[in-house]
């Protein structure tokens, strides 16, 4: 019953994520807003919608682990699972105004939400502040779009749905109507999903945090998964990058964001163990896209992959740490000694050696 209530959760936050931005960007569009102030804005929220939905589901509901572990799992998850398995579908190209805005943003958002968090909680001020800042981003992309060039404009409305005069969706009250049921879409799936994951927790004897941070985490990720892979394939290998670095950003600013005014006068607890070490390793994994985002602006069929295998290590991890095993020690010497300097040997060479391209 709980896989059930699960596989549904998941499926009405993808179907009401992409209900509400269907319905929002063609009724922008029927306003007259362009494409582009649409992708950057409707799209970019709809994307992060499901993690959004969970993470405040999940405060009301009690579970704050859930909602701090969905957000900093869906940024590593985003960043190490789906890059790496798009590049190896096909190398990604990095646009330089990712490396050059958009990474050190997310990078700055990963910062700040590491600051915020040092008294073990984001309360409601601090969610004020990432929501602010998360809207001052909106308004300065908005405004950064209206310089943007005619290719840019027509990339974006080529990823936007269209209707024509005439076709079932082309009128304002069906567009609201999308927006609705979108909405309640998202709010009922991350009410199963959360009620599905806490009995998982309990069943294997987990904690909710670690459920947050994998299962969750990947579940509400769906989106971005959809779009990236998508995006590869049809050749549009910077969007599938940038599809990825802008959903990270909101999340930590609009999904804790909300999930910290939502909190109250208790706050949004976040726990030692998010503190001390997954919070670092979604930091590290920010950091990581720079040296290799610079290094001839392209991730490579083996970057991908070792992307993938980080996410692997990482997932192990969070298994041996749940379990208290004895090898835990051991694992954490092996990574932390050799397999981590050697990556780090690897990027700074690369970044030295291998021209740049113009």
Not at 51 to 61: H, I, N
Not at 294 to 314: K, V
Request: proline fraction near 4%; aromatic fraction near 6%; hydrophobic fraction near 60%.
């Amino acid at each position: 019953m709980n896989l059930l209530l699960f596989i549904g959760g998941l499926a009405a936050l993808v179907i009401g994520a992409n209900l509400l931005v269907r319905g929002a960007s063609k009724l922008a569009l029927s306003f007259g807003i362009s494409p582009l102030v649409v992708g950057l804005t409707v799209v970019a929220f709809g994307t992060s919608a499901p993690e959004m939905a969970v993470s405040v589901g999940a405060v009301l509901s009690g579970q704050t682990d859930i909602a701090i572990g969905n957000v900093v799992g869906s940024n590593i998850f985003n960043v190490l699972f789906i890059l790496g398995l798009s590049a190896l579908i096909v190398p990604l190209v990095v646009n330089v105004q990712l490396i050059r805005q958009e990474v050190p943003i997310m990078i700055g958002a990963s910062l700040l939400l590491l600051v915020l968090v040092q008294d073990g909680r984001i309360g409601v001020l601090d969610g004020i502040l990432l929501f602010v800042l998360l809207l001052a981003y909106t308004v300065f992309l908005v405004v950064q779009s209206r310089t943007a060039g005619l290719e840019v404009q027509q990339e974006f409305a080529d990823d936007l749905p269209v209707s024509t005069p005439g076709t079932w969706d082309s009128r304002v009250p069906v567009q609201l109507a999308l927006i609705v049921v979108g909405l309640a879409g998202l709010v009922l799936g991350s009410d199963w999903l959360v009620t599905a994951a806490v009995s998982f927790a309990k069943a294997l004897g987990v904690s909710d945090l670690v459920i947050g941070l994998t299962i969750v985490a990947a579940g509400t990720s769906l989106p971005e998964v959809a779009a990236s892979i998508a995006a590869a394939l049809k050749g549009e290998r910077d969007m599938a990058v940038g599809n990825i670095i802008g959903s990270n950003t909101f999340n930590i600013l609009g999904c804790l964001g909300l999930a910290g005014i939502a909190s109250g006068s208790t706050g949004l607890g976040v726990g030692p163990q998010v503190m001390g070490f997954d919070l670092w390793v979604m930091l590290a994994v920010a950091l990581a896209c720079l040296p290799v985002f610079i290094t001839g602006r392209e991730i490579a069929r083996w970057e991908g992959a070792l992307f993938l295998a980080y996410y692997a290590a990482y997932v192990a991890w969070l298994i041996l740490a749940a379990q208290h095993n004895g090898l835990l020690g051991t694992y954490a010497t092996v990574m932390t000694s050799f397999v981590l300097p050697l990556t780090l040997v690897t990027l700074v060479v690369m970044l030295i050696r291998r021209p740049r391209r113009p």
